[in-house]
């Protein structure tokens, strides 16, 4: 069992930057791809930034490559997402989820575990 929180999201302005934290408990969290999702209201959950068990791989949706930035220390249990260059489009929940398949996945049903997101609004 793993239990993810986040954290850091908040109001920006538009350029702005946030870094999102997702603390994941269990002894088992190094294992597992961690992905960030983003849900804007009336839209589906879309896959944002992914990276492998070891952090050698990564994935980024095109809406925000060159922008974010995901990380992840294995030793705190942590990942993290650093956004800059915020525009308003970025604005919606964000959460971070688990995958027990090492390697890069971004489909939703991969999945095993979901924290319980945070909010990110972008003001223009």
């Known amino acids: 069992q793993v239990q993810l929180v986040e954290s850091g999201g908040g109001l920006v302005q538009t350029g702005g930057s946030l870094r999102l934290s997702c603390a994941a408990s269990?002894?088992?969290?190094?294992?597992?791809?961690m992905g960030w999702f983003r849900q804007a209201p009336g839209k589906e959950r879309e896959s944002v930034a992914v990276i492998s068990w070891s952090g050698t791989s990564t994935y980024y949706a095109d809406s925000v490559k060159g922008r974010f930035t995901i990380s992840r220390d294995n030793a705190k249990n942590t990942v993290y997402l650093q956004m800059n260059s915020l525009k308003p489009e970025d604005t919606a929940i964000y959460y971070c989820a688990a995958s027990r398949t090492s390697g890069v996945v971004t489909a939703r049903r991969r999945y095993d575990y979901w924290g319980q997101g945070t909010q990110v609004t972008v003001s223009s």
């Open positions: 269990g002894r088992t969290f190094s294992s597992y791809a």
